[in-house]
């Protein structure tokens, strides 16, 4: 299988063009300055100076207070580099035997070392798929994700049932929480209830109930269970 060609960029190039691209990725999100803040962990006039410095170079579009978008250079890195973060954390969990809320930050480290020889031989080790351990696409060697139409679960009606196929990989506590619980990919789940007053929904599992914040809820992805 052919790769996409890797251009020659520093790790902040690939750490932001790939943060912006997952902020449109993730179904009604979009960048911004302090969201890219608090993922890097830098201050948001940092992160200001260096989207200027993407903009210089051509790899996204931005002006101060506006919008900010990836051109076709800047989509090419991330789509590489998610590419390969997205196999290594397969791997990390599948050959390796590491949990989910783990396997961030060591892809993380790993993405900008690995070798193409070595990620393909991983990706065919694993067999070609098409998810990583959140549920998340995997880009093919071309550049071409596979979208699962999906809706968060904050917005399931009560007596809903449906399984479980995206959980954001933002927070490793969470992460944990879920998985703890046997809220994880491919779960079946029914809504037992919604209260918007409480800002939770409870839902069940194996007959257990499970309280979710709603902020959580809008961390995981559904779909209709048709089983």
Do not use: C
Not at 12 to 37: C, N, S
Not at 95 to 108: M, R
Not at 177 to 196: E, M, N, P, Q, T
């Amino acid at each position: 299988m052919s790769t996409m060609p890797r251009p020659s960029v520093t790790r902040m190039v690939e750490d932001y063009v790939t943060l912006i691209w997952k902020a449109y990725e993730w179904p009604g999100g979009r960048p911004a300055t302090t969201d890219l803040a608090e993922q890097l962990g830098v201050t948001a006039s940092t992160v200001s100076a260096n989207l200027k410095k993407l903009a210089r170079d051509g790899y996204i579009d931005y002006e101060p207070y506006g919008q900010i978008t990836l051109t076709d250079a800047g989509r090419q890195i991330a789509v590489e580099t998610v590419r390969r973060h997205r196999i290594l954390e397969t791997y990390l969990v599948e050959a390796l035997g590491l949990t989910w809320d783990q396997v961030h930050d060591e892809a993380d480290r790993l993405e900008h070392a690995v070798s193409d020889l070595v990620l393909e031989a991983m990706n065919a080790a694993l067999g070609h798929p098409n998810r990583d351990p959140h549920g998340d696409p995997i880009p093919d060697a071309h550049g071409q994700t596979a979208m699962r139409p999906s809706r968060p679960l904050h917005e399931a009606r009560s007596g809903a049932e449906f399984e479980v196929v995206r959980v954001s990989d933002r927070s490793p506590d969470l992460l944990r929480y879920l998985h703890d619980r046997g809220i994880v990919i491919g779960a079946k789940l029914r809504v037992a209830s919604v209260s918007a007053a409480a800002s939770a929904i409870t839902v069940q599992l194996d007959g257990e109930d499970i309280e979710l914040a709603l902020d959580a809820a809008e961390a995981i992805r559904i779909v209709p269970d048709i089983d």
